[in-house]
């Protein structure tokens, strides 16, 4: 066992902790939020100068104090000019600009919400302590990190393929077969191997941690283990490396290294020392990104060597020298690699793809062929079932290794793996079967228990984030209606010039939110937006652009938090209606023939 490897594949191979849970990104999702300037101003992401100051002066027709005599009108003017004043100085230099489309508002060291939400001291007394707690939970795990992995390899090749040996009786006596019991069958599997091994990770100095593990495994009665410590230390970003050493027998020493020459290039050293009477194993890896997310890489290993007599007489070695080359990248779908080495004693091709499934699923692909393994080829999957928990199954089949299906669990880096071996040569019946059948329990799984457990659980977050976000929601309610108020006028007032012309776009009615609601003619979770849309009609024409979603509209709000939002415009052009329906971030152009009902 490569003490390295072991100390790697253990802290990082358990994913889990890298996928982001569901409930907390919805959290992050529908959190209050400053209003987004470009939806303010309807304007797209790339808008000119000129496109700025033009949709800046359209707003002040509806929301400068000075267009308003009523004082409350006035008012409400005041409030929501102010954020518009904010969104224009802000786009229309280009230096403020820039740092809001890179970092946002908060890059701006400005606040200009819209509707801020006022807590109660209680409020905020419960933030500090739900941050301070999750320090407290943060700092605890940085400071023992524990991975360890259980493995049970079971021999159940006596179920599908059973051996009865021949029952003898004496002359003239007949052979009496003996009842089995129900259990008869399952009895013939056997465990054929345990391995353990475990690690504990900490921080000893501001850029050395130390590692501790150890593993044992036991077959047929007979086993043996041992105890790794690792030291690894960063001496700046592009350089760090680690020493590792083995406590008992076979003992080892390695050193590792990874220097980063430039942001596109890499080289790892790895020097294995077996044995003070032999040269240790070196092993060098130089890569270097190829495309954007693909980095390729050439690997060469000594093998077992000799020096000037140290190492003795190299030929009588059995591990040798090769040279590997191979690939790795990544895309929106998944992660894939590719590696093809040549050796003395050993050479491979192999290919892996890993395929990101729904619900932060992995469904994972591979394929060796090999001088000394033969030929080989898995496909599993794994499935988050909680915050911290994920099972997975694999089924490895090829020759001369057989059939092998392998079930997995996980948690909080706590690893269970059990390996079933179904055949000891390949069967493609137990192939197909034994990845066929727990596919199906997987899939039934999902679909009957996970799946509803899931929309149940989201559906409660999302009540909860209502009634936790009542007021900052009721606030922006209020300062939508109020927008729409200040709009009435010019909205009727473009109505009617719109409809004196011969080829003017009236805005017959529009809708915004849960439209499944409207379709089943319920009323919760839409909104009314008709005099809002009127008045976005220039010269018989309307334009959202997208990217950002509709509730940042002035005159428009949320009236479903958490649910899939769209709008629905009706509107009549050249006395024939049409109707359009697009997604709360897709832009929306019309007049257009394909909007005629």
């Excluded at 027709?61 to 267009?67: L, N, S, V």
């Excluded at 909104?527 to 334009?543: A, G, K, Y």
Aim: with cysteine; proline share 4%; hydrophobic share 35%.
């Amino acid at each position: 066992m490569d003490p390295y490897e072991f100390t790697q594949t253990v802290s990082g191979e358990d994913s889990s902790q890298e996928d982001q849970s569901d409930l907390k990104k919805l959290e992050q999702d529908l959190a209050p939020t400053a209003a987004d300037f470009y939806g303010v101003l309807n304007i797209s992401r790339k808008a000119s100068e000129d496109e700025i100051k033009e949709a800046y002066k359209k707003l002040c027709r509806f929301f400068h104090p000075d267009k308003h005599t009523d004082e409350s009108k006035k008012k409400m003017a005041e409030s929501r000019f102010q954020v518009i004043q904010n969104a224009y100085e802000v786009l229309s230099n280009p230096a403020k600009r820039v740092i809001y489309d890179t970092y946002g508002e908060e890059g701006l060291n400005a606040s200009w919400d819209v509707g801020p939400r006022y807590k109660t001291p209680e409020e905020l007394r419960e933030e500090y302590e739900k941050k301070a707690r999750q320090k407290r939970e943060s700092d605890l795990e940085n400071l023992v990190r524990s991975k360890a992995e259980y493995q049970l390899t079971v021999d159940a090749t006596q179920l599908f393929d059973p051996y009865e040996p021949p029952v003898f009786v004496g002359f003239g006596q007949t052979s009496v077969p003996k009842k089995k019991g129900p259990f008869h069958t399952i009895s013939k599997a056997q465990v054929q191997q345990l391995f353990m091994r475990s690690s504990f990770e900490t921080q000893i100095g501001p850029q050395t941690h130390a590692i501790i593990g150890g593993s044992m495994v036991s077959r047929s009665g007979m086993g043996g283990g041992n105890v790794l410590g690792t030291v690894r230390h960063t001496v700046s970003p592009k350089l760090w490396g680690e020493v590792t050493a083995t406590l008992l027998k076979p003992r080892m020493l390695t050193l590792k290294s990874y220097y980063s020459l430039s942001t596109d290039s890499f080289v790892n050293t790895t020097a294995q020392l077996n044995s003070v009477y032999d040269p240790p194993v070196l092993s060098v890896t130089a890569g270097r990104r190829i495309f954007a997310a693909t980095t390729g890489y050439m690997t060469y290993r000594t093998g077992e060597w000799s020096l000037f007599g140290w190492g003795g007489d190299a030929s009588q070695k059995m591990d040798k020298s090769s040279v590997s080359l191979g690939m790795a990248g990544m895309n929106k779908h998944g992660n894939y690699s590719g590696e093809l080495q040549t050796g003395i004693l050993s050479s491979h091709i192999a290919g892996e793809y890993s395929y990101k499934l729904a619900n932060q699923g992995r469904l994972r692909m591979s394929c060796s062929l090999s001088s000394e393994g033969g030929i080989n080829a898995s496909i599993g999957s794994d499935h988050k079932i909680a915050e911290h928990t994920r099972i997975g199954m694999t089924m490895e089949c090829g020759l001369p290794l057989g059939v092998i299906v392998k079930f997995r669990v996980s948690r909080l880096g706590q690893k269970a793996v059990v390996p079933i071996i179904l055949a000891s040569e390949f069967d493609l019946k137990l192939a197909f079967f034994g990845a066929v059948i727990p596919a199906s329990v997987a899939v039934a799984l999902d679909q009957l228990v996970l799946k509803p457990r899931r929309k149940r659980l989201i559906k409660e977050k999302i009540q909860e984030l209502r009634e936790e976000h009542a007021e900052y929601l009721s606030n922006r309610k209020q300062e939508a209606l109020d927008a729409q108020s200040l709009m009435s006028d010019i909205a009727e007032r473009k109505r009617k010039q719109e409809e004196n012309k011969s080829d003017g776009l009236v805005i017959v009615k529009a809708w915004y939110g849960n439209l499944d609601n409207l379709d089943n003619e319920i009323d919760e979770g839409v909104i009314d937006v008709t005099t809002v849309i009127q008045t976005l009609v220039h010269d018989s024409r309307l334009t959202i652009p997208g990217g950002h979603s509709k509730t940042n509209i002035l005159g428009f709000y949320d009236p479903c938090l958490g649910e899939k939002k769209k709008l629905r415009v009706q509107y009549r052009f050249r006395h024939r209606l049409h109707q359009v329906t697009v997604e709360d971030t897709s832009a929306l152009i019309s007049p257009v023939q394909a909007h005629v009902v």
